[in-house]
């Protein structure tokens, strides 16, 4: 009796442990049908900084709010009433008015906008090739849409090298194979230097390739004139 007794409290003990583990587990997990609400940190840029104690007229375009009219006609000079924002102080009357001409932010100028460059693309190509840039207004400029915008432009960059060095280099040492070392052509340029210049006759072409700009840099850059 007593080896029954025990036995039965032992089944007993272990369903209270599966009956618990199971009302735990049914309390922690949602089922299908549950919303579950999850908390995505969601970060904001932090607000332009902006001067107080400046001439309002003198404030950037993100520092104010200015109301005009968009059905104006291209490079028409407006009077628009504006504002500042996010609690700037600035000296003068509030509202104050600024001179504003219609145009569209990628119609200004390209001394009003700063655009990203790329050294990716091969600039010795015939046409030359482009690529796609992201281009921000100046913070003193007023447009009108959007600030930042896309700009497809031309690939135009260098690594610093001068054509007219090349040119030197190449009449007066290209038989080493020099104006090719300054190129970045080492494989050339020790053919150059191991053939004495192809005895003259690669030296001269070399120079007439670079006098017509056709032998540029490997990396595909521009030559900085």
Request: glycine share 8%.
């Amino acid at each position: 009796m007593k080896k029954a007794t025990c036995l039965s409290s032992w089944v007993e003990l272990v369903v209270c442990c599966f009956v618990c583990a199971f009302c735990v587990a049914g309390q922690t997990t949602p089922s299908s049908g549950d919303e579950v609400s999850t908390s995505i940190p969601v970060t904001t840029p932090p607000p332009p900084v902006c001067p107080d104690n400046l001439k309002c007229s003198l404030l950037p375009a993100d520092c104010i709010e200015c109301n005009y009219t968009d059905s104006c006609r291209y490079g028409q000079v407006l009077t628009a009433n504006c504002s500042t924002v996010n609690d700037t102080v600035c000296l003068g009357d509030m509202p104050f008015f600024r001179n504003v001409t219609c145009r569209f932010c990628y119609q200004l100028e390209p001394s009003d906008y700063t655009c990203t460059n790329s050294t990716d693309c091969v600039v010795a190509k015939t046409p030359r090739p482009t690529y796609q840039s992201t281009c921000t207004v100046k913070r003193y400029v007023i447009c009108l849409g959007s600030r930042t915008f896309k700009m497809t432009r031309t690939c135009n960059w260098t690594s610093g090298y001068r054509w007219s060095t090349t040119l030197v280099l190449s009449i007066t040492l290209g038989g080493f194979g020099v104006d090719r070392f300054y190129l970045g052509d080492w494989r050339n340029g020790l053919g150059k230097l191991l053939s004495f210049g192809g005895l003259g006759v690669w030296t001269l072409v070399d120079i007439l390739l670079v006098a017509i700009g056709y032998l540029s840099p490997t990396d595909g850059s521009l030559f900085i004139t």
